[in-house]
């Protein structure tokens, strides 16, 4: 797969095919796509309209449109987007990991999309988003932030406990469309002081990700609550590294924060590794959460072409 930059605020082409010739005189088609280099608060993604990239064949793709950032930004997407327009503002958005794994929701995703589809005249200052089986309603403002509205977490479990070589950890669980696992900064101390050797975030995520308590894998989150803000490091189940950012972790981890008191304001900000801020909004009545909102910056870096096969 052939990599090219383009300029930094080009929008996205069409696809077209052209073919190759090998020194034998044989023809390999490749279809050129034009992929959106986006930033969540500093959480990667490339984007694409459906048109361009059939959400059919994107998983298997995955890892080459996520590499394709590397040429402008110097690292790897943390994820694809492929957007639809479905009229009247509203937009169908296909999200895949770099693994090509999909059926969950991302937040900073889905804040880019939206960003997407205001470049593209599909949306003004509102839209509402379709992404892995739910409905989400966006809303943007002048100055670029772009919030989206979600339901209640599926499941809250405050205090959980788990065993990782003989050692307890504890830890908290939040399904927000995408299931976390949140840990406090004192908690891994503890679980280091208690093992044989000392252990960081980087080595014990992955493992956590993987436990058996979790069928499918979870996101793992660790976070320390300073004067009501929150500084988060996440690592990303189908990235499987700590990415810049993550909306969903966010949420989760406010959420667990909240409940603990932690924060006793309702408008929370989250501080993720890129050191973007991100606000997380708790909705409650008698503490008892209606919805969550997600907001922060969503810019356009720049664009890459890539090739792939005719027919993809």
Same mark, same amino acid.
């Given at each position: 797969?052939?990599?090219?930059?383009?300029?930094?605020?080009?929008?996205?082409?069409?696809?077209?095919?052209?073919?190759?010739?090998?020194?034998?005189?044989?023809?390999?088609?490749?279809?050129?796509?034009?992929?959106?280099?986006?930033?969540?608060?500093?959480?990667?993604?490339?984007?694409?309209?459906?048109?361009?990239?059939?959400?059919?064949?994107?998983?298997?793709?995955?890892?080459?449109?996520?590499?394709?950032?590397?040429?402008?930004?110097?690292?790897?997407?943390?994820?694809?987007?492929?957007?639809?327009?479905?009229?009247?503002?509203?937009?169908?958005?296909?999200?895949?990991?770099?693994?090509?794994?999909?059926?969950?929701?991302?937040?900073?995703?889905?804040?880019?999309?939206?960003?997407?589809?205001?470049?593209?005249?599909?949306?003004?200052?509102?839209?509402? @988003? $379709?992404? #892995?089986?739910?409905?989400?309603?966006?809303?943007?403002?002048?100055?670029? *932030? +772009?919030? /989206?509205?979600? %339901?209640?977490?599926?499941?809250?479990?405050?205090?959980?406990?788990?065993?990782?070589?003989?050692?307890?950890?504890?830890?908290?669980?939040?399904?927000?469309?995408?299931?976390?696992?949140?840990?406090?900064?004192?908690?891994?101390?503890?679980?280091?002081?208690?093992?044989?050797?000392?252990?960081?975030?980087?080595?014990?995520?992955?493992?956590?990700?993987?436990?058996?308590?979790?069928?499918?894998?979870?996101?793992?989150?660790?976070?320390?609550?300073?004067?009501?803000?929150?500084?988060?490091?996440?690592?990303?189940?189908?990235?499987?590294?700590?990415?810049?950012?993550?909306?969903?972790?966010? @949420? $989760?981890? #406010?959420?667990?924060?909240?409940?603990?008191?932690?924060?006793?304001?309702? *408008? +929370?900000? /989250?501080?993720? %590794?890129?050191?973007?801020?991100?606000?997380?909004?708790?909705?409650?009545?008698?503490?008892?959460?209606?919805?969550?909102?997600?907001?922060?910056?969503?810019?356009?870096?720049?664009?890459?072409?890539?090739?792939?096969?005719?027919?993809?």
């Amino acid at each position: 797969m052939a990599t090219h930059i383009r300029s930094r605020h080009e929008r996205s082409l069409q696809p077209t095919a052209h073919s190759t010739a090998s020194s034998s005189n044989s023809c390999t088609v490749a279809m050129k796509l034009e992929l959106a280099v986006m930033s969540g608060a500093g959480n990667l993604f490339v984007v694409a309209s459906t048109a361009a990239l059939p959400p059919a064949n994107a998983a298997r793709y995955s890892p080459q449109l996520c590499q394709a950032a590397r040429s402008l930004v110097g690292r790897d997407a943390e994820g694809v987007l492929l957007v639809e327009p479905r009229g009247g503002e509203s937009l169908h958005v296909h999200f895949f990991n770099p693994d090509g794994t999909s059926g969950m929701m991302c937040g900073n995703g889905a804040r880019c999309a939206a960003a997407f589809a205001v470049r593209h005249g599909w949306s003004r200052t509102a839209a509402e @988003l $379709a992404l #892995a089986g739910e409905r989400y309603r966006i809303t943007i403002a002048d100055d670029g *932030t +772009i919030a /989206v509205e979600f %339901p209640p977490p599926r499941r809250i479990v405050e205090h959980a406990r788990l065993e990782l070589d003989g050692t307890s950890l504890d830890y908290a669980y939040v399904d927000v469309g995408s299931d976390h696992v949140v840990i406090e900064e004192h908690v891994l101390s503890a679980y280091s002081e208690a093992s044989t050797q000392a252990v960081d975030f980087a080595q014990l995520a992955p493992r956590v990700r993987a436990h058996s308590a979790f069928p499918h894998g979870a996101n793992v989150n660790l976070y320390r609550a300073e004067h009501g803000v929150l500084h988060l490091v996440t690592y990303e189940r189908g990235v499987e590294r700590i990415t810049g950012a993550c909306g969903t972790g966010a @949420l $989760a981890t #406010a959420v667990i924060a909240w409940l603990r008191n932690q924060c006793t304001s309702e *408008t +929370i900000t /989250v501080i993720p %590794p890129s050191g973007e801020q991100l606000t997380v909004t708790i909705h409650s009545e008698q503490r008892r959460i209606n919805k969550l909102t997600l907001s922060g910056p969503a810019q356009l870096l720049g664009t890459v072409a890539v090739e792939l096969p005719h027919g993809t």
